[in-house]
């Protein structure tokens, strides 16, 4: 019914691509890495030292502010060429000023295996500049990407469990790093996912997460947390009325140990009442709030923007 692309594709898994060097030491590789089958011809369509042009192809409203993005990349082989937990960055020209540009960090949420296309997921805001841009755009115009960036060093099986804490848009480092765990046979982690959002209606990508969570076999576990309760929601449903808050986090997410990592991202209130913010230097800083006072040490705690 949506037509995401998010998570609608399987493709079978290899060891390893030719570039790894696999032929020896395939036991170490199969612990630790894994890739998509990808056609000879593929190549990776992002550059991080200059700007490559994409255009529009679909935008899919998702809630009443947010929308996906679909945009074309230049063969239907070509790929991101992401690692997981890796962001973009686009340019587009300042409105208040047409000699200046605006550029902003964005986390694609399609698989790094979804040939042909990237997707992202933007909230609008009111006074957001590059909100404004991408959600004033029509099918055709083009983005300048600049990419991709590493924001987290992720391995398969480098911590026993992640939880994940999110508000919002904050939902997007999440499903990628998702995409990745859930799509490789060989990543044991089990994650448990604390999202919050307003109402049911302001769940983002529900339907595919869901969906990730039933195909995953006890892999993934979904707590959904709102501000308002629909009539149906005592019915089974995976979810809890209210905010998060150092309960709901004790309750849900793996124990403070080094073996485990939590995962942070959302609006700004949201991470400070979890973790604390990052620096003004935007480095990760100490952890602070609930998770100080559960015993997290920031070994074991990343926040993102």
């Known amino acids: 019914v949506y037509g995401y692309k998010v998570m609608s594709r399987h493709f079978s898994r290899v060891l ?6 696999c032929v020896a030491g395939l036991s170490g590789v199969l612990a630790t890495s894994y890739a998509i089958q990808r056609p000879i011809i593929a190549k990776d ?4 030292t200059e700007l490559r042009t994409f255009p529009l192809t679909a935008k899919i409203p998702l ?3 947010t929308s996906l993005f679909r945009f074309d990349l230049p063969s239907t ?3 991101m060429g992401l690692m997981p937990l890796s962001a973009i960055v686009i340019r587009s020209v300042d409105p208040d000023d047409p000699l200046k540009f ?3 960090p964005y986390i694609p949420v399609s698989r790094n295996s979804d040939f042909g296309s990237f997707e992202l997921v933007v909230k609008k805001y009111p006074d957001g500049k590059m909100s404004n841009f991408l959600h004033n755009m029509k099918v055709g115009d083009t983005i300048d990407v600049r990419g991709p960036f590493v924001k987290f060093q992720y391995r398969p099986n480098m911590r026993k469990r992640i939880g994940m804490i999110a508000g919002g848009t904050g939902i997007t480092p999440m499903v990628q790093l998702l995409n990745d765990i859930i799509d490789n046979p060989h990543d044991r982690t089990k994650v448990t996912l604390l999202y919050a959002n307003h109402s049911v209606d302001d769940i983002i990508l529900r339907k595919d997460l869901d969906a990730m969570a039933a195909r995953s076999n006890g892999q993934l576990k979904i707590v959904y947390v709102v501000s308002k309760q629909p009539p149906w929601w005592k ?3 995976n979810g809890t009325v209210g905010r998060i ?3 709901l986090i004790q309750e849900t997410m793996p124990p403070a140990d080094f073996r485990n990592l939590v995962l942070v991202s959302g609006p700004p209130s949201l991470v400070e009442d979890v973790c604390g913010l990052k620096t003004p230097q935007m480095t990760q800083g100490e952890v602070r709030g609930w998770l100080k006072e559960l015993g997290y040490h920031k070994r074991s705690v990343h926040k993102f923007d």
Not at 16 to 21: I, N, T, Y
């Open 45 to 48: 369509a992002f550059e991080p």
């Open 102 to 104: 605006v550029w902003r």
């Open 16 to 21: 390893c691509k030719a570039s790894l060097g």
């Open 235 to 237: 019915r089974g449903y």
């Open 245 to 247: 808050n150092k309960e």
């Open 63 to 65: 809630t009443s502010d």
């Open 77 to 79: 082989f070509d790929e």
